[in-house]
């Protein structure tokens, strides 16, 4: 049975600013009017009022007769936003946040994240590059915006009804700091016990300074298929990018390798009795013969996301490198469904 509804408000990772990464989740058994996470910041209302235009029943078919005080607006739709729910404050996943923040409707909201994520985004919101619209003090009543931190403890914490997130850290490059760390969340729909996976911003392990994706894998695979289905992933470049000028991202050659990660962890979880756990640091062995991998990602939908659009193609890049990835994932036969994750799009889950 459904867990979550997801609209897909923006899926993108630049240049074309109308098209970032933004999402709008809820629980497929309650209402739109019942309140929304907005996971990602990146598009927000513009984007909405596009996506609106074009499928004005995205959010369910209204009555005919309906009082026009009550239409359904990109306003109306964010003021229902209980909570933001961030990977990292890179500027093409907080933009929208940040420019409406002065004049969101409805409740006052959180904002889920790292405590690096919400250090990161109090220098914008400093008085200096933009007002300070954001607190950590939940009772100061001249604040709409509310910081929660979110750690990577290993546990879910309950973020909206129904509705609980575990954070993982992943690996997003390099600055003069040293690894900058994006998030992934785990986003569980309490009653089913269903769940899926989302990644920000995120490089391949075999050229991280900190390789944490087959932490992540790891954490996953005992779960996959029945309790965890569905998988977000970025993949920002095409085939053939060189490692070095990655910049912390995917391209198809990598996703490939994890998705190969991804399968080894869950043939090896499967073999692992039930009620035991398998040791943090494994021992060198060899890799799983290719033979043993088929079919191991049956019942798994892979959403890839965050393609860097550079007007270069006459199909959106998003579905080019969509292309290289099922076509480069083929022959492995992992029984995975790989899907992209279009701007406008209604996903059930």
Known sequence: MPAFDIIVVGSGG?????????????????????????????????????????????????????????????????????????????????????????????????IYGSPQTLKDLETVFSDRVWPRLATYDETNPLYRLVYHALHADGKYKTIFPDIAVRSMMI???????????????????????????????????????????????????????????????????????????????????????????????????????????RPRKKQKKDPLPPEALHGALAGLRVYVMHCKEHFSTERPISHVIGDQCREMLAPHKLGLELLTADQGMKIVI
């Not at 909405?48 to 005080?69: C, H, T, V, W």
């Not at 997003?172 to 992934?184: A, M, V």
């Not at 944490?212 to 965890?228: E, M, S």
């Not at 998705?259 to 035991?276: F, N, Q």
């Open 14 to 110: 630049g240049l074309d600013e109308t098209n970032l990464s933004g999402y709008l989740v809820k629980p497929c058994n309650a209402s739109w009017d019942d309140g929304i996470i907005a996971l990602e910041a990146g598009s927000g209302h513009g984007a909405l009022k596009y996506i609106m235009k074009g499928n004005p029943d995205i959010f369910g078919q209204r009555p005919a007769d309906e009082d026009p005080s009550k239409k359904i607006t990109p306003f109306t739709i964010y003021s229902n936003v209980k909570c933001f729910l961030l990977t990292h404050a890179h500027l093409d996943h907080i933009s929208s946040l940040v420019m409406a923040a002065g004049t969101f409707g409805g409740c006052s909201k959180r």
């Open 171 to 277: 690996s997003h490059g390099k600055n003069e700091l040293g690894c900058y760390e994006s998030s992934c969340f785990f986003i569980k729909h309490i009653p089913s016990n269903h769940e899926f996976v989302f990644f920000g911003d995120v490089e391949p392990d075999s050229v991280a300074v900190k390789p944490r994706n087959v932490t992540v894998w790891r954490a996953a695979a005992p779960k996959i298929p029945h309790d965890l289905s569905a998988v977000f992933i970025e993949c920002s470049y095409p085939a053939g990018r060189p490692d070095d000028v990655l910049w912390g991202h995917l391209t198809p050659n990598h996703l490939v390798q994890e998705m190969i990660s991804l399968a080894t962890e869950v043939v090896l979880a499967r073999k692992t009795p039930e009620g035991s756990s």
